[in-house]
């Protein structure tokens, strides 16, 4: 069964501090491994997605990830947080290609203090 | 480009009424959908997976006679919370698969209080 670990489920960090968010994954096939952010009572935007290739993945506001297939890792960073950056943190994967379903993490909220 | 519409944002509701939430895609065809549940900080659950033209999907655990799902056309997907009971009271989230294997774009959202 594929499934996604997110360690921490609240991470606080200083304002132009380094942002590290941790996600491990479980599949049995190839992922596709996506970061999502959320905003309290919105819906879910996209920070980034590896599907194949380059396995260092830059995103949006800063954000990038890298896929590590030995440590089954997709963690996301930003090397200065920002007080914008304080949301609500989902690392999914789609087992096997696009056309799959999400499989959410359970979160990371994201704290940043000034 | 890809964006998804949901509607109604919010809505309060009676215990046993019924409670219809839309999903549109308004700049590009969609054949397949999904409806999430999120409860108060917690993940997104999957519960449906809505198919333009064919019967949805079902997560296992998922009433299927409670969350009617109809994906009738190319654009829209409608989840129907049938006699709704405060244990429905939920976040709902859509996503729309893009074409051409794009990623999915999600809705906005719909807050369901049931009284």
């Known amino acids: 069964a594929q499934s996604v670990t997110q360690l921490g489920s609240h991470v606080s960090v200083s304002e132009g501090a380094l942002v590290l968010l941790r996600c491990n994954y479980s599949?049995?096939?190839?992922?596709?491994l996506f970061w999502y952010v959320q905003y309290p009572n919105q819906g879910l935007q996209l920070l980034l997605k590896?599907?194949?290739?380059?396995?260092l993945v830059k995103g949006i506001n800063g954000f990038e990830a890298e896929f590590k297939k030995s440590e089954t890792s997709f963690h996301l960073t930003k090397p200065s947080a920002h007080m914008s950056d304080a949301a609500e943190y989902f690392c999914?994967?789609?087992?096997?290609?696009?056309?799959?379903?999400?499989?959410f993490g359970t979160g990371t909220l994201l704290a940043v203090q000034p | 480009g890809a964006v998804v519409s949901q509607h109604p944002s919010w809505v309060i509701c009676k215990s046993g009424t019924s409670v219809k939430i839309e999903c549109r895609s308004l700049?590009?065809?969609?054949?397949?959908m999904f409806w999430y549940r999120q409860f108060p900080k917690q993940s997104l659950m999957l519960m449906a997976t809505?198919?333009?033209?064919?019967?949805?999907?079902?997560e296992q655990g998922v009433e299927k006679d409670k969350f009617l799902i109809n994906h009738a056309s190319l654009t829209l997907s409608t989840l129907t919370v049938t006699s709704a009971h405060p244990e429905d009271s939920s976040f709902y989230i859509c996503?729309?698969?893009?074409?051409?294997?794009?990623?999915?774009?999600f809705g906005s959202g719909t807050r369901l209080t049931v009284v």
């Open positions: 996503s729309a698969l893009r074409p051409d294997s794009r990623g999915y774009t």
């Open positions: 599949s049995s096939v190839p992922p596709y």
């Open positions: 590896y599907t194949t290739g380059a396995t």
């Open positions: 999914a994967v789609t087992p096997g290609g696009a056309t799959n379903k999400l499989i």
């Open positions: 700049d590009f065809q969609a054949t397949t």
């Open positions: 809505s198919n333009e033209g064919s019967k949805a999907t079902y």
